[in-house]
């Protein structure tokens, strides 16, 4: 069975950090294009962060540049964000997802994927 499994989220205070991790099962990850993305309710999916299947290129949203870092472990087969400096509008449920024969920038800027896993909340708030 083909599956992504998000893990690491959690309750944090503004300026704190948090690294979430993507493990797929029953593919290989190497093949794939990664990618971070979002859902606060209300508002359209975002893509915050994806990256090549080399781990070569990387694509962020504006809006978490110079915080997040997307990075992959093709040998553990998972993909980790990490988030540093956190605000409360990074809050939401982070998904991963994987696709294959795309760049991470329009993976990122059309939130497509192939496979998707359940998603992980993230909340930031004092």
């Known amino acids: 069975q083909l599956q992504l499994v998000e893990s690491g989220g959690g309750l944090v205070q503004p300026g704190g950090s948090l690294r979430l991790s993507c493990v797929a099962s029953?593919?290989?990850?190497?093949?794939?294009?990664i990618g971070w993305f979002r859902q606060v309710p209300g508002k359209e999916r975002e893509g915050v962060s994806c990256?090549?299947?080399?781990?070569?290129?990387?694509n962020y949203a504006d809006s978490v540049k110079g915080r997040f870092a997307i990075s992959r472990d093709n040998a553990k087969n998972t993909v980790y964000l990490q988030m540093n400096s956190l605000e409360p509008e990074d809050t939401g449920v982070y998904y991963c997802?994987?696709?294959?024969?795309?760049?991470?920038?329009?993976?990122?800027?059309?939130?497509?994927?192939?496979?998707w896993g359940q998603g992980t909340q993230v909340t930031v708030s004092s």
């Open positions: 029953g593919f290989r990850l190497d093949y794939y294009v």
């Open positions: 990256v090549t299947s080399s781990g070569g290129s990387t």
């Open positions: 997802a994987a696709r294959r024969y795309i760049t991470a920038r329009a993976m990122c800027e059309n939130s497509v994927g192939d496979y």
